[in-house]
Nanobody, 112 residues
Framework: QVQLVESGGGSVQSGESLRLSCVVS?????????AAWFRQAPGMERELVAR???????PYAYTVKDRFTISRDNAKNTVYLQMNNLKTEDSAVYFC?????WGQGTQVTVSS
């Protein structure tokens, strides 16, 4: 059974940075594995933030492009989301998705 555990969220000021982690257990992934980060703000639909595709350019939501970076460490079975220059509109619960499974989410709150 695949399990995903996100961490790294918190409360920060505008302009600061956070790095989210998503540890995957129950199945080993590699460079061919698709992985993605989504987020959901209160009252809003869940939206794609970034997705890693094998042998393809990584698509980012236009609202986070050039500020967020998705990456992976195959040896640690972990997916990361580096978030720089955070804005108040980035406040949401962030979820990772790998192997069609979801984690429980981690809260990110950005204040001005």
């Amino acid at each position: 059974q695949v399990q995903l555990v996100e961490s790294g969220g918190g409360s920060v000021q505008s302009g600061e940075s956070l790095r989210l982690s998503c540890v995957v257990s129950g199945r080993q992934f590699n460079s061919y594995t698709r992985a993605a980060w989504f987020r959901q703000a209160p009252g809003m639909e869940r939206e794609l933030v970034a997705r890693m595709e094998p042998f393809a350019e990584t698509p980012y939501a236009y609202t986070v492009k050039d500020r967020f970076t998705i990456s992976r460490d195959n040896a640690k079975n972990t997916v990361y989301l580096q978030m720089n220059n955070l804005k108040t509109e980035d406040s949401a619960v962030y979820f990772c998705s790998v192997f069609n499974s979801w984690g429980q989410g981690t809260q990110v709150t950005v204040s001005s």
